[in-house]
């Protein structure tokens, strides 16, 4: 039988606001926000009823049956809304206030607003058995009556399985079980309830499932760090930063013991803390603790949000533009962009560095580097000559991607010079084909994003994309992030010397085509390529194409007419570019001769050699192109230059200066072969060394042969008694056999019984020496005091018989006595090393004939070749058919040979 409930005793005469539901029969109060900050708060305990106890992380096997369900129900009526209470009385040891709570009036369930009868009602506590000497004897019994009531109605605990209802939570997750949870929630929205609010970003979360146990865990927003509030934590040092309570205040009037779900989306450093979003049908709480200046961005974190980060980042921005807490000193900096523009890339310098070249302005080349990226590190094991690592993977990825395409460049920020960048950098997003090059080379795991500070707002406006790129590189283990390590590599120099080069010749020279990889341009002639297949470098030179000469640096030596023009032109072509090399020949340092083809974007194989002679920028080579397959072809380049007067041809009587390097008198070089033994070298007679002679430098000469032999009072070595040991290649003082004095001379080799081949470099000449007749060589007599004054040559147009041939000791006599001591002027028909000549004495050229032809006919060359000693060569006789000039006054003195009989063939 029901009661008629008792009016209170006494009227509720305060209000607060419900922020949190302790137990079922213990609340936490809060009052109106005041101008300080936060409103206080206190306990607040329910008179009259005793509610089952819930367990803690701490206890959690005190946890009384029934008792979340109670508190839960309590929880929902409860949490967030306005109140009224009145406190009936106030415990002396804790100062724990005792009362009742009631409802708005329209709030009232069930046509009661007094929440302690209506927990007893529905079963969720229980009444305090009644006390006649009590104040509130009336209530009491009132209470027991409702309880009887529920006992009946078997409601909340009175359920006949409700000593069954005890729930089971999980509060300390090991590494492993919370990743084993990640796998299992990751990407999912779960039901949880907000337990408690640490922070304004971090909160402790109860996983509710329909079935099994509760979990409980540490969960962090995504991309958003709030102040710390550390406050009261046993054996913990107190933190509270500017603005943390209030944030923590904002966060928990919207989501403290509110239902929400919470997307899992990654775990922190610790490998417990969950990292993920709110969802909340209100909005997202990240972006409006951004928005009120309560948070910062967080870069790490960031890329694990599934949702969009660019709300956030408005957000943010939004912020700062208003100042707003956290933001209050914040001093934008003043934008150091320098606009958008597309241009070509012309190099690449590292993974995150590259040249350009905009359109519309020619030569006018601009360094980038990629915006917050930064290029794997290069292994320390990588020295000179030597490749490995995702370092040289990432400049190889830019190379084949990038490489002489058009691009979009937008430049976002530029760094000033600081400690290991002397320059400004320019620091820009680059797409291609509309993809960032950045998060490209991120994806694959070839990079990293670089970890700004959060005062930093120099960084790329696509972060958030390239920490995504990041991120899934690194959960698929690519690049850097697999744990392993690309092996070190040393590259093979196939162009070391002559005779490594001619290992690879004879398989090169076969082959249709060697794939490289131009890595440097000397000039437009000379290239450094790197051939993957074969792991190695080698020098490659331009068969028939005679480069101009640049200066060089450090030398006041001009650079000859559109040298630089031509090897920027070369290195436009195919610097990083996919080359084919069609080998000939080597020289005689180990360069490869031969066709540099340029692979284009088509397959269409460019021959850059015929490039070069077709826009006036090199001339033929006649000598090395008559050798080259695609001589031919070459001549006709450089034909139609000349008719076009292209390039050096548009200068004035530029053709007529070219061909006199080739066809007419030359400046007197005259000629003094060495006149000590066999200063022809023996095997090759057409070979011998020259003296230019300059009465400046014969004097430096004599004075430094002086000074080398001068007794043991001045500079020589005369009077050295100790054993040198020289190295191949050095050069020493070599103590000639014949006149026992001393000259400068270079070791051409160590043989195994003690003794040295030296080259007389002043001379010529050459011979063995025992160790015994070698010095070390004073350093002011070194050719850094006097160049070396003995030149290598070679007589043009014509083969001479090797010493060892029929003939050749003819030959080789004929030419000694010929040229020993005299001085004689030399042609240069080609600068080639060796320069070819032609040597004849001015004395003998007929009055007034100073064509090529009237030269050669009197020359030193005619005479071998009337003697019967040498012919001309047949590829030289096939192309003076019909014409006139040097070749053709041999060809004529050859055949007078042949009439008398005397000549080799």
């Not at 709570?101 to 506590?125: D, F, K």
């Not at 241009?343 to 359109?359: D, H, K, Q, Y």
């Not at 960032?436 to 990293?448: C, H, M």
């Not at 001379?763 to 070390?776: M, Q």
Request: charged share 30%; aromatic share 6%.
């Amino acid at each position: 039988m029901s009661t008629a409930a008792p009016a209170s005793s006494t009227a509720p005469s305060q209000r607060a606001f419900v922020k949190q539901v302790v137990s079922c029969d213990t609340v936490t109060l809060r009052g109106k926000p005041t101008a300080n900050g936060p409103p206080p708060e206190k306990l607040f305990s329910f008179s009259n009823i005793v509610a089952p106890r819930l367990g803690n992380a701490k206890e959690p096997a005190k946890e009384e049956p029934h008792a979340f369900q109670s508190r839960e129900e309590l929880r929902r009526l409860l949490v967030g809304r306005e109140v009224a209470y009145r406190v009936d009385y106030t415990t002396s040891t804790n100062k724990r206030e005792f009362g009742v709570l009631y409802l708005p009036p329209n709030q009232a369930v069930g046509g009661e607003n007094n929440v302690s009868r209506i927990a007893v009602q529905e079963g969720w506590v229980k009444a305090k058995p009644a006390d006649a000497k009590s104040e509130r004897a009336e209530e009491q019994t009132y209470l027991v009556q409702l309880e009887a009531q529920a006992q009946i109605a078997q409601k909340g605990i009175w359920e006949p399985e409700a000593t069954s209802k005890t729930r089971e939570v999980r509060y300390d997750l090991s590494k492993d079980e919370s990743k084993a949870l990640l796998d299992r929630w990751k990407g999912k929205e779960v039901d949880a309830v907000i337990e408690q609010i640490r922070d304004g970003s971090t909160y402790r979360v109860l996983f509710i499932p329909p079935a099994g146990p509760q979990v409980s865990f540490v969960f962090q927003l995504a991309g958003v760090r709030s102040p710390v509030y550390r406050k009261d934590v046993p054996g913990v040092e107190d933190l509270v930063e500017p603005f943390s309570e209030e944030a923590r205040y904002f966060v928990e009037q919207r989501l403290l013991q509110r239902d929400v779900k919470v997307r899992v989306e990654g775990l922190a450093q610790n490998g417990t803390t969950f990292v993920g979003s709110v969802v909340h049908p209100k909005g997202d709480i990240s972006e409006v603790l951004l928005q009120e200046g309560f948070a910062k961005i967080q870069d790490w974190s960031l890329p694990l949000r599934t949702l969009s980060p660019a709300p956030l980042r408005a957000a943010e921005t939004a912020a700062k533009n208003k100042r707003l807490r956290l933001w209050r000193d914040h001093v934008p900096k003043p934008s150091t962009s320098r606009g958008e523009f597309d241009a070509t890339v012309i190099r690449i310098v590292s993974g995150e560095a590259l040249e350009v070249e905009p359109e519309g302005k020619e030569g006018a080349i601009r360094k980038l580097w990629l915006s917050s990226l930064r290029q794997p590190t290069r292994p320390a094991s990588a020295g000179k000559g030597v490749e490995g690592g995702y370092n040289y993977e990432t400049k190889e990825f830019l190379r084949t991607k990038l490489i002489g395409r058009k691009v979009h460049v937008t430049v976002d920020y530029v760094k000033p010079p600081q400690e290991g960048f002397p320059e400004e950098r320019e620091c820009a997003t680059i797409t291609v084909g509309g993809q960032n090059v950045a998060e490209l080379v991120l994806a694959r795991g070839l990079g990293t994003v670089v970890r700004h500070r959060k005062d930093d707002d120099d960084r790329s406006p696509h972060l958030d994309v390239l920490q995504g790129a990041e991120a899934k590189a690194l959960e698929q283990k690519k690049g850097v992030h697999s744990g392993k390590e690309l092996p070190v590599v040393k590259r093979n120099d196939a162009s070391e010397n002559v005779n490594k080069a001619k290992q690879f010749l004879g398989f090169w020279k076969r082959s249709k085509g060697v794939p490289g990889v131009v890595e440097f341009v000397a000039n437009a002639g000379r290239y450094r390529v790197y051939i993957p297949k074969e792991n190695c470098s080698l020098t490659f030179v331009l068969a028939g194409v005679r480069a101009q000469r640049p200066g060089r640096p450090g030398t006041s030596e001009k650079p000859e007419p559109f040298a630089d023009v031509a090897t920027t032109f070369a290195s436009r072509r195919t610097l990083q570019r996919d080359v084919e090399l069609e080998v000939e020949n080597v020289d005689k340092v180990g360069g490869f001769i031969g066709n540099l083809l340029v692979v284009t974007p088509a397959g269409e194989r460019v021959n850059i050699g015929r490039l070069l002679l077709e826009e006036g920028l090199a001339t033929v080579n006649e000598y090395s192109a008559e050798q080259s397959a695609r001589g031919r072809e070459l001549v006709e380049a450089e034909k139609k230059a000349k008719e076009a007067k292209k390039g050096i041809w548009s200068l004035p009587e530029s053709q007529a200066k070219i061909e006199a390097e080739t066809e007419a008198a030359a400046a007197a070089a005259l000629v003094a072969p060495g006149a000590k033994d066999d200063g022809l070298g023996g095997r090759e007679p057409e070979r011998l060394y020259v003296q230019v002679v300059d009465g400046g430098v014969e004097g430096k000469l004599e004075k430094l042969m002086e000074d080398l032999n001068v007794g043991s009072d001045g500079k020589g070595v005369r009077n050295g008694v100790d054993e040198y040991k020289p190295k191949n290649n050095e050069i020493v003082a070599g103590r000639y056999t014949s006149d026992d004095q001393w000259y400068r001379a270079k070791v051409r080799r160590a043989n195994t019984d003690k003794t040295y081949d030296v080259l007389y470099i002043d001379y010529g000449n050459s011979e063995t020496l025992p160790a015994s007749r070698i010095r070390h060589l004073p350093a002011d007599l070194g050719v850094n005091h006097l160049p070396a004054q003995a030149r290598e040559c070679k007589l043009a147009y014509i083969k001479v018989p090797a010493q060892d041939e029929d003939y050749g000791d003819d030959a080789y006599q004929k030419l000694r006595s010929t040229l020993e001591g005299r001085e004689l002027s030399a042609l240069v028909v080609s600068k080639v090393v060796p320069p070819a000549v032609i040597l004849f004495d001015p004395k003998a050229v007929p009055s007034g004939k100073k064509d090529a032809s009237s030269i050669t006919d009197v020359s030193v060359n005619a005479e071998l070749v009337r003697d019967g000693l040498s012919v001309v060569e047949k590829a030289w006789v096939k192309r003076s058919a019909g014409t006139s000039g040097p070749v053709s006054a041999l060809v004529a003195a050859m055949d007078d040979a042949r009439k008398a009989h005397v000549s080799l063939k």
